[in-house]
């Protein structure tokens, strides 16, 4: 089978327990997603919070996730070029990936020209008007004396911490939240107003946790949400020319935006 496809996804939070599914058997569902995708993909991008709370310290890592991990480095070794992406759960992913698995990681946006076609991708959190708060936060979160002083905190303290502000910050219940009108999705707002600076083909978010397809108003460019794992299972699959959204082992296969009103 010819290797030719590009995969997308985001927001697995692994690490969460939901109302109906474990971590764990959200795990599984995974791997059995990336071992049907192994037969035909090139490359993988994974697009944040992959896990639903991480810190990296010199020599160690939160435990678990040993069956996903395995899987990832399975797939290196076959060949697959996978891309990690940190979101606001994951941020604080450093260089484990890189040195373990030679899994790329980016902290940011980027750029990225693929078959002829300009692609932005990169998780969605901070970007867009308002939410100026978490913007703030982010900041600090991001700066290296910050991140220093928290690794002080011994992994007992500073893993239990950051789950229980993980689990405070959202508890998921269950069901996706209700897509808004474009002028109110503030991911839209941002790629409408970059759209005007630098045209791109593909804007490729996660964070919102809603499959979506939105074509934008000019007709060039189109924005997709790649969705999550705890009620959808969506994810994106670029065949060379065309992207689209797909769902699996799924019930709830809705995609939003302004061709699906």
Known sequence: MSKNKIYFASDFHLGLDVKHQTSAERERKIIRW?????????????????F????????????????????????????????????????WMFAY??????????RKPITQKIDGFQF??????????????????????SNRLAQRLFSIVHPTWALGLMRWFSYKDRRYPGEQEPYQDAEKEWLVAYVESAQSQNP????????RHLPIKYTLKSGKGTYYNLGEWMYASSYGVWDGKDFTLAFFESNHTQIFGNEHL
Request: hydrophobic share 40%.
């Open 97 to 106: 990936l890189e040195k373990e698995l030679g899994i790329v990681t980016y």
């Open 34 to 50: 990336l071992d049907v995708i192994s037969q035909d993909a090139k490359a993988l991008y994974l697009v944040g919070d992959v």
């Open 120 to 141: 932005m991708i990169g998780h969605g959190d901070g970007l867009g008007p308002n939410d100026n708060l978490y913007k703030g936060m982010k900041k600090v979160f």
């Open 200 to 207: 791109i083909d593909y804007y490729i978010f996660g964070h």
């Open 52 to 91: 639903d709370y991480w810190f990296e310290y010199r020599s160690t890592v939160p435990k678990g996730y040993v069956r996903f991990l395995g899987k990832l480095a399975a797939m290196r070794d076959s060949g697959i070029e996978i891309y990690f992406f940190t979101g606001n759960h994951d941020m």
